[in-house]
């Protein structure tokens, strides 16, 4: 074997056991990074309990995993952790992202002759259950779609 052949085989044996040794730590760093945002929804909704200096406590919403749901809350910048956000939407979108509360109501397909009925959806941007004209009044929490206006 010729010496610069062997040079090559070396470098490639020590990228290779480097290779090694080097990606479980890698695979470790990005497992740890998924489990910080993972858990900051687990933290617990620190509500305030005063004025923070001359900032007045504003709503905020946070998650509660033992009910799966967002709840709003008053937050206070000295009082606070990760598990807080502006509105229910961004709670939803990184806590509970497969929530029916962000999906779109289906429109289902116009039988002939049709009358329209009402039903409900939850629409996550304006924090509020709205009101919308169907062809039939069929209910689908996976959709997003509720025969009657409900609260929680």
């Known amino acids: 074997m010729s010496v610069g052949i062997m040079e090559a085989t070396k470098c490639g044996v020590i990228v290779f056991v480097m290779a090694v040794f ?28 005063g004025m923070c200096g001359s900032k007045v406590p504003e709503k905020r919403w946070g998650y509660v995993p ?22 229910v939407k961004k709670c939803l979108e990184v806590c509970k992202r497969d929530s029916q509360c962000l999906k779109n109501p289906e ?18 941007s304006a924090t509020e259950c709205q ?6 009044a069929t209910e689908s929490k996976l ?4 025969v009657e206006k409900r609260n929680g």
Request: aromatic share 16%; hydrophobic share 35%; charged share 25%.
């Open 22 to 49: 080097l990606a479980p730590s890698v695979i470790e760093l990005s497992a740890a990074e998924k489990g910080i945002n993972g858990r900051l929804c687990e933290l617990p909704i620190k509500e305030a309990t």
């Open 143 to 146: 959709k997003n779609q509720f």
């Open 107 to 124: 429109r289902p397909k116009l039988p002939y002759p049709f009358r329209f009925s009402t039903s409900w959806f939850f629409n996550a």
């Open 66 to 87: 033992s009910k799966k749901k967002c709840f709003e809350y008053w937050y206070s910048k000295c009082e606070s952790n990760q598990n807080g956000f502006a509105t």
């Open 131 to 136: 009101i919308r004209k169907v062809t039939i």
